[in-house]
């Protein structure tokens, strides 16, 4: 293919993405008049009622700027600071937030589940739980399921509603990291609610920037009694948006016609096409099932320097290492077959 490395779309991250038009369109839509600041303009209360016309609940629903802020403020409404918050050992509340829940939340510790591709189990849950109930062990609160998980793989309905009997069991809440919740649901060809309250979540952090947008993402309290006061943690940890409408109105944008769930399905579809272009080449192996819009791929050395030298990025370092291959909204079928191409040429010469 022609282009040259600057102008590529690359496959390191589904946040190197420009905007798409639906969001763009509707912040121009936005950009008109002088309306009330903090949330209480049409575009936020239309959002917000999309929102809920998707879910077909009456959830309670914030919006602020990114997914770090999002989880840590969400997991904080649900603990107390003396509680743990249970998640995958790959979670990106664990590894990539700094340590934002914990900070937060005062000081809720976050303890990690082993698991397989990038997922929790019952069982992980229970062991949690009951390997320590002494006055000296942070108190299990909350579970913390990531949709789709950190190495591209997606919960199904059952597989959620197995872990919120466990948790129901223990008294434990569920959290869901939504960045890629677009994505989990393109693949699982479901509706949103199955994988959300009909499967015991109590409070999902929907991603928007992966799946199209500048920034935002939308807090959605399933349990709205957990939602009190949020408005007051989002402004105090300066997450409150002063011309929320600019947060807001994409959102509209990207909900009203389905624009997040086309996005997805195509970021989802371009993985599924590098997957098969990549998979039986010599030497490269395929680390975790293709569920969502990345894939992870083990590489020789000489692989992986050789496509950065082409000027390809992609990340080694997600999970447990790897290349995390990741599509996104505006990802081209020529782009996913140069970079195949380039592969299976390094590729062949360490065959040879
Ligand atoms: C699983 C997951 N959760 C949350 C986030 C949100 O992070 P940020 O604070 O950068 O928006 C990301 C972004 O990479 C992610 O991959």
Redesign the pocket.
């Known amino acids: 293919m022609g282009t040259q490395p600057a102008e590529r779309r690359q496959f390191a991250s589904d ?1 190197y993405a420009g905007i798409c038009p639906e969001a763009w369109a509707a912040a121009g839509e936005a950009n008109v008049g002088h309306v009330p600041a903090y949330g209480d303009d049409p575009w936020t209360a239309r959002a917000a009622d999309l929102l809920r016309q998707l879910f077909e609940t009456d959830c309670e629903v914030f919006f602020v700027f ?4 999002a ?1 840590s403020l969400a997991l904080a409404s649900l603990c107390q600071s003396y509680h743990s918050i249970l998640c995958s050992e790959t979670a ?1 509340v664990e590894t ?1 937030e700094c340590g934002a829940p914990e900070f937060f939340s005062n000081g809720t510790k976050v303890l990690t589940i082993a698991g397989k591709d990038g997922k929790v189990d019952p069982a992980g849950v229970d062991w949690m739980v009951r390997r320590r109930s002494d006055i000296h062990y942070p108190k299990p609160r909350v579970v913390s399921l ?1 949709e789709a998980t ?1 190495l591209g793989t997606v919960y199904t309905p059952d597989e959620l509603k197995a872990i919120w009997a466990k948790a129901k069991s223990h008294g434990l809440r569920i959290h869901m ?1 939504g ?2 919740f677009a994505n989990a649901v393109a693949s699982l060809g479901c509706a949103p609610k199955e994988i959300t309250w009909q499967a015991g979540v109590d409070v999902l952090c929907f ?1 928007g ?2 799946n199209g947008m500048a920034v935002g ?1 939308a807090v959605v309290f399933f349990d709205r009694q957990l939602a009190r006061e949020f408005d007051y943690r989002c402004k105090q940890a300066g997450q409150l948006a002063s011309k929320m409408r600019f947060l807001a109105a994409p959102w509209v944008g990207m909900l009203k016609d389905g624009a997040w769930l086309k996005n997805a399905s195509h970021a989802n579809a371009m993985a599924d096409m590098l997957h098969s272009m990549v998979k039986g080449l010599p030497g490269v192996k395929v680390l975790y099932p293709r569920e969502a819009n990345s894939i992870f791929l083990e590489l020789p050395r000489s692989v992986r320097e050789g496509m950065h030298e082409r000027g390809w990025k992609f990340y080694d370092f997600i999970g447990w290492g790897g290349a995390r291959l990741m599509c996104s909204w505006d990802t081209s079928p020529e782009e996913v077959w140069a970079f195949a191409h380039d592969l299976a040429g390094l590729a062949a010469d360490v065959g040879r």
């Open positions: 946040n990114n997914g770090t802020s989880n990106h990539d990531t950190e990291d960045a890629r991603g920037t992966k993402e």
